[in-house]
């Protein structure tokens, strides 16, 4: 299955009051392949369950990538933000594995 989508970065973090200090995110748009595409529902203390995913994304990298893969904080897949939850860097290819859903700051 083939991956298209953006991927998201901490980029900075800036004062939005004084004192308040929030993460600047970014995105940038990157296509591969979804490697494992795999799901689990856990209950938690909410009413709700959490849908988890166990997939697994490789990217083609560019420079940037492969210089901020530390700052990697999610990934835009099926219009949903998922939290990454593991980078390996493969060269050309970063492989990121994909958790639960994101729901910090966006770009």
């Known amino acids: 299955m083939k991956f298209r989508g953006n991927v998201g970065y901490t980029?900075?973090?800036v004062e939005t009051a004084p004192g308040v200090w929030d993460d600047q995110i970014v995105e940038f748009p990157y296509s591969?392949?979804?490697k494992r595409n795999t799901r689990?529902?856990?209950s938690?203390?909410?009413a709700n369950v959490n849908?988890?995913?166990n997939n697994t994304i490789?990217?083609?990298?560019?420079?940037y990538a492969i210089d901020h893969f530390f700052n990697i904080r999610y990934v835009v897949w099926e219009g949903v933000?998922?939290?990454v939850t593991n980078v390996e860097v493969?060269?050309?290819r970063l492989i990121l594995s994909l958790g639960s859903v994101y729901n910090g700051p966006t770009g």
Not at 58 to 63: A, F, K, L, P
């Open 81 to 83: 933000r998922w939290t």
């Open 11 to 13: 980029a900075d973090q």
């Open 32 to 34: 591969g392949d979804v």
């Open 58 to 63: 490789e990217i083609m990298c560019d420079q």
């Open 44 to 46: 938690g203390e909410s």
């Open 51 to 53: 849908v988890i995913v």
């Open 90 to 92: 493969q060269r050309p």
């Open 40 to 42: 689990k529902l856990e």
